[in-house]
């Protein structure tokens, strides 16, 4: 089991920047495949990026590959999400997520956080 809370949102006009933190309690971090997942107004849930277990492999989602870059610190049970070159298409709720493997599938996701409001101005 693995508890996650995600910060860092807020309002920032468009082609700002933002980081955010997901924190994770509970045990093994470090055994658990992590995803960032996003859910505009009206909108599915879609996939954002992930990482793996150990940090070593990424992968984006098209609309933000090149903008946005995953990373974790596996010592301070966290992972990060530096967002870049900010779009008013990226306005959502962001959420990260714990899996007990590396893929980009919601539904293969078991733990989530609450969430945090990104909203990007134009």
């Known amino acids: 089991q693995v508890q996650l809370v995600e910060s860092g949102g807020g309002l920032v006009q468009a082609g700002g920047s933002l980081r955010l933190s997901c924190a994770a309690s509970?045990?093994?971090?470090?055994?658990?495949?992590m995803g960032w997942f996003r859910q505009a107004p009206g909108k599915e849930r879609e996939f954002v990026a992930a990482?793996?277990?150990?940090?070593?492999?990424?992968y984006y989602a098209g609309s933000v590959k090149g903008r946005f870059t995953v990373s974790r610190d596996n010592t301070k049970s966290t992972m990060y999400l530096q967002m870049n070159s900010l779009k008013p298409e990226d306005t959502a709720v962001y959420y990260c997520?714990?899996?007990?493997?590396?893929?980009?599938?919601?539904?293969?996701?078991?733990?989530w956080g609450q969430g945090t409001q990104v909203t990007i101005s134009s």
């Open positions: 997520a714990a899996s007990s493997y590396f893929n980009f599938q919601s539904d293969e996701y078991h733990f």
């Open positions: 509970g045990r093994l971090f470090g055994n658990y495949a």
């Open positions: 990482i793996s277990a150990s940090g070593a492999t990424t």
